[in-house]
């Protein structure tokens, strides 16, 4: 089994990685954390140019990496075996998700159900829902 859960290095988004961890570490699960980087593209003298990607990328390391902690402690505390990968994606964040779950090979998918402000989550809506809407598999909203 696998299953990919998506951090934005929120606190939901740290329950949604032990809630899954300790599903994981029940079935012998994969757990794929995953967080993805929406670039914002500008054209420059004809050129696109993704401004601060690179501290895009080494944030998104940071989180990932602060994610696969959590999980860790979880397998620690449970005393449970299970494998733990991260990834780093690109892209609109429901898209990018529910693409790595499908391409992955997921079973299941994880989110939190708030990781942005509720002021940006009115603008932009819920990147929960939005993977809810696209997934083709089950997926576990964590409040």
Do not use: C, W
């Not at 944030?59 to 979880?74: S, Y």
């Not at 690109?90 to 939190?112: C, H, K, L």
């Amino acid at each position: 089994m696998r299953y990919t859960v998506a951090t934005d290095g929120s606190e939901e988004s740290d329950d949604a990685i032990r809630h899954a961890a300790v599903h994981a570490g029940a079935l012998g699960a994969t757990l794929d954390i995953v967080h993805a980087i929406e670039p914002e593209a500008e054209l420059r003298n004809g050129e696109l140019v993704l401004p601060g990607s690179d501290r895009a990328t080494e944030l998104g390391r940071e989180t990932l990496a602060a994610g696969r902690q959590v999980a860790e402690d979880v397998a620690r505390e449970r005393d449970a075996d299970f494998e733990i990968e991260t990834r780093l994606l690109a892209g609109r964040p429901a898209d990018a998700i529910t693409d790595y779950a499908n391409e992955s090979g997921a079973d299941a998918i994880y989110v939190g159900h708030r990781g942005l402000t509720e002021e940006r989550e009115m603008v932009l809506g819920s990147v929960a829902k939005s993977v809810v809407d696209k997934a083709t598999v089950p997926v576990t909203v964590i409040r």
